[in-house]
């Protein structure tokens, strides 16, 4: 299985709510990452876990908090966010961390739309 | 931090080539590329380590030169299936990665 899941594939959220992504790799890669990537631009890394510690925060506001419950899990809880929020939410998971890195497995990705 | 990439975007027609370029104000220890097609997450294509290193993938290949901080990436008797936007990537270490700005890749019949 070579698959990286995220779960929802869209969500819109007022700027009052609290909701989560997951995403779910079973290819027993030790590094999960998330990226927020906005149209026609590149995708832009958020937290990176390296077996199940946070290795990597890109100076995320607090209103982005994750969670890697397991080596196979990860969640993004999301709490107040502005409309400038919106974007696609990509997962993605790789075989090492430390050392070179290796090839990152995406997942589809959360569309989030915030009012 | 972000590698730079050119052209921003090129149209081709089927079985023509086309380059795409990387650069970095910083030292790269590696080069990856991945396509991405519209609605769809990225897929890998290659990583090139340091060394000077060539390598090859189908009618895809790169190059990367450590000295002088760039990569390219050829692509030859483009497809169809070639269209999308391409990113190169750089890491610096301990699994932190940077993508390039993009290069939009259009192949017309």
């Known amino acids: 299985d070579t698959e990286v899941t995220q779960t929802p594939k869209h969500l819109v959220m007022g700027m009052t709510n609290k909701k989560s992504l997951k995403c779910e790799q079973h290819?027993?890669?030790?590094?999960m990452y998330w990226y927020k990537q906005k149209a026609k631009k590149p995708p832009e890394l958020m937290f990176v876990?390296?077996?199940?510690?946070?290795?990597i925060n890109e100076s995320v506001p607090s209103r982005f908090s994750p969670e890697c419950p397991n080596s196979s899990l990860l969640n993004l809880h999301l709490h107040a966010l502005q409309p400038e929020d919106s974007a696609l939410y990509l997962c993605a998971s790789s075989q090492g961390a430390g050392g070179p890195l290796n090839e990152q497995f995406f997942g589809p990705g959360t569309r989030l739309t915030v009012l | 931090q972000q590698p730079v990439q050119s052209p921003q975007a090129v149209i081709l027609r089927e079985g023509e080539d086309a380059v795409i370029n990387c650069s970095s104000s910083k030292a790269l220890y590696s080069v990856h590329w991945y396509r991405q097609k519209h609605g769809e997450a990225p897929v890998f294509l290659m990583i090139l380590l340091k060394g000077g290193e060539q390598k090859g993938h189908e009618k895809i290949s790169a190059s990367f030169n450590e000295k002088k901080q760039q990569s390219s990436l050829y692509l030859t008797a483009s497809q169809l299936s070639y269209s999308g936007t391409y990113f190169c990537?750089?890491?610096?270490?301990?699994?932190?990665?940077?993508f390039g700005t993009g290069t939009s890749l259009t192949v017309i019949p």
């Open positions: 876990y390296s077996y199940e510690k946070l290795s």
């Open positions: 290819m027993g890669h030790r590094a």
């Open positions: 990537g750089t890491e610096r270490g301990g699994n932190q990665f940077y």
